[in-house]
């Protein structure tokens, strides 16, 4: 069983830059490919970011290449988004989750969202413009 709770959402001017935390529980954490999604009103949850169990690998939406990092810290059980010159198309709430590390990176599975076992709760990120 694996816990994840964010934090480190708000309000921010677009431009700026949120670092979003996401602490899990279980000792089995690095086994976990991670992923953070977002998910606005109305709208269907969507792929942010991923990270491979051994951190080497990371993989993001085109709509956040080159501005978020995700990361990993397996020893202290933490994820982070780093997320750089924000703009309003972010404002969502942000989830973490945790997928068994079965398959290969190569299918790409990470980026559907029932691919993932355990999720967070969300943290709200809201850009002003």
């Known amino acids: 069983q694996v816990q994840l709770v964010e934090s480190g959402g708000g309000l921010v001017q677009a431009g700026n830059s949120l670092r979003l935390s996401c602490a899990a529980s279980?000792?089995?954490?690095?086994?976990?490919?991670m992923g953070w999604f977002r998910q606005a009103p109305g709208k269907e949850r969507e792929f942010v970011a991923a990270i491979s169990w051994s951190g080497v690998a990371s993989y993001y939406a085109d709509s956040v290449q080159g501005r978020f990092t995700i990361s990993r810290d397996n020893a202290k059980n933490t994820v982070h988004l780093q997320m750089n010159i924000l703009n309003a198309d972010d404002t969502a709430a942000y989830y973490c989750a945790a997928a068994k590390s079965l398959k290969s990176y190569g299918s790409r599975w990470y980026l559907d969202a029932y691919e993932y076992d355990y999720w967070g709760q969300g943290t709200q990120v809201t850009v002003s413009s």
């Open positions: 279980g000792r089995t954490f690095s086994s976990y490919t």
